[in-house]
Structure formats: C-alpha cells, structure tokens
C-alpha cells in the first residue's frame, strides 16, 4: 500500500508520517511534536534551572546539557551565556533551528531584569571596598 505525498507527490509508504523525499511531515499530529521549543519556556527554564542545564535537555541539546549538569551550568558563566543568547534569539536547539515564538521586547526587557542582581552584587562590593579603604585611611 501506498500514497502519495501532499506536499511534493512523493510515493510514500502508508504508515509514514514523514515523507522521505521532501522531509515535510504529513499530519498536523506530527508537525506540531516536531516544533522547536517555545522561547519563553526556555527561557525561565535557563533562569530559574540553567545551572543543571535544563534549558538545553528541554530543546534537545541534550550532551551539553548533561555536561551542564555536570559542570553546574559551566560555574554558572555558561549558563548565563546561554540565557544571553536566548534573550537575543540566538539560541538554537538541538536540531539548529531557532526557538519558536520569539518576542524580542520580552527577550530584552528579561535579560535587562536578570542585570539588576548583577548590578546589585557589584554595588555591594564597591560599597565593601570603598568601606575597606576609609577604614584603612583611619587606622
Ligand atoms: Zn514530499
């Protein structure tokens, strides 16, 4: 038994829900399990979880994110390089397509968010040290 492919005219087996010749899957079923994943899932996957490197099992990238886990999300610089990457839509997942639905206000307006933290830390050291130094003066 056989069929034709809607897309490409293909002969194709009947139990196939991809075609061989032009690759395009053949139910909306399978289309739809084939997406890559969303940008905003991924993204609060990356904040919240990237340390063990659950943003890339989540898009398919599946050995780095075991060397993530395993590393801690790279001390934690990897990860925050990858949720850089995923704020400005340059994150690809394990097929090397893009996320799906990116929104660049979003992806922007969260990476400026994650800043504050960072900010705050850098802050807090400057205070530290300027308190070190004025004590310094005085003794
Ligand atoms: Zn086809």
């Known amino acids: 038994m056989s069929k034709t492919c809607p897309h490409c005219g293909a002969e194709i087996n009947d139990e196939a829900v991809r075609c061989y010749a ?7 079923e399978a289309e739809q399990a084939d997406k890559p994943a969303g940008f905003l899932e991924t993204l609060l996957f990356a904040w919240f979880l990237g340390g063990f490197g659950i943003h890339r099992f ?9 060397a993530q886990l395993l590393t801690l999300g790279g001390c934690g610089i990897w990860s ?4 850089i990457l995923i704020c400005f839509n340059k994150f ?12 660049q206000n979003t992806g922007i307006t969260i990476f ?3 800043l504050i933290p960072l900010g705050l830390i850098l802050f807090l050291l400057f205070i530290l040290g300027l308190a070190t130094a004025l004590a310094g003066a005085n003794s």
């Open 92 to 103: 690809k997942d394990g097929k090397g397509r893009p996320l799906r639905d990116y929104n």
């Open 22 to 28: 032009c690759q395009k899957w053949l139910t909306p």
């Open 58 to 66: 989540y898009t398919g990238n599946i050995a780095t994110g075991a």
């Open 112 to 114: 400026v968010i994650s």
């Open 80 to 83: 925050y390089i990858d949720f």
